[in-house]
């Protein structure tokens, strides 16, 4: 069935440096990998989304990349602020429609 | 135009009890999704409808729990026999077409 793993579970950075999520996937069905924001006690916001026919996606400090072939996607944030600390969750919709969540990446940005 | 709505937004209940849940999608979209979030962990696809039939309910844990989408707009989660181990938040997110799922605020389902 589909599996998503997500890597690392948790991340420190100094304010203004780079931060990389990766996820991997074992359905090359996929075809829609977004990117969800979750603050502490609070719902979960999209931040960002690829669909399969696309490599890369790039929305100010927020970039996505897709490799399908490697079934594998990345989040990059760059000039990380304070206030990019949360919890971030890739996931992906199969076919279907079914979409699926990884185990959430805790990132944390020292000012 | 108003998001998607759940209620309520607490629930505390016995161990054994029946529970039922909202979600009240945003109007127009024909997808609605539930989640179980416990703390620390990523939200767990229990259910997913398209209109008003569940187009993939492999999420579901056991028979205890159901849910229901008569009329194609708000859905109903309903868990029977509670147990300690169904506390979590649960989700509601809906969407339409390919567009991003919009997530509701969420219960809290505590069982005691």
């Known amino acids: 069935g589909e599996n998503v793993e997500q890597h690392p579970s948790t991340l420190s950075v100094q304010e203004g440096d780079s931060a990389v999520i990766k996820c991997t996937y074992s359905d090359s069905a996929s075809n829609y990998f977004p990117w969800y924001k979750q603050e502490l006690g609070k719902r979960p916001q999209l931040i960002i989304d690829i669909r399969s026919n696309v490599g890369e996606k790039k929305d100010q400090r927020i970039a996505v990349t897709l490799n399908k072939t490697a079934k594998h996607f990345s989040l990059h944030i760059t000039e990380t602020q304070p206030e990019d600390s949360a919890v971030y969750f890739c996931?992906?919709?199969?076919?279907?429609?079914?979409?699926?969540f990884g185990q959430g990446t805790e990132l944390s940005v020292k000012p | 135009g108003a998001g998607v709505s759940q209620t309520p937004s607490n629930k505390v209940t016995e161990k054994g009890k029946y529970v039922e849940l909202r979600c009240d999608p945003i109007?127009?979209?024909?997808?609605l999704y539930w989640y179980r979030q416990s703390l620390g962990q990523g939200p767990e696809f229990l259910i997913y409808f398209q209109g008003t039939g569940a187009a993939d309910d492999s999420g579901l844990p056991n028979d205890r729990f159901f849910a229901v989408r008569p009329e194609g707009s708000v859905s109903t989660l309903k868990i029977q026999r509670t147990e300690r181990g169904d506390s979590a938040v649960y989700l509601c997110?809906?969407?339409?077409?390919?567009?991003?799922?919009?997530f509701g605020n969420g219960t809290r389902l505590t069982v005691t």
């Open positions: 996931a992906l919709r199969n076919q279907g429609g079914k979409l699926i």
């Open positions: 997110a809906s969407s339409q077409g390919n567009s991003p799922l919009h």
């Open positions: 109007s127009g979209h024909t997808a």
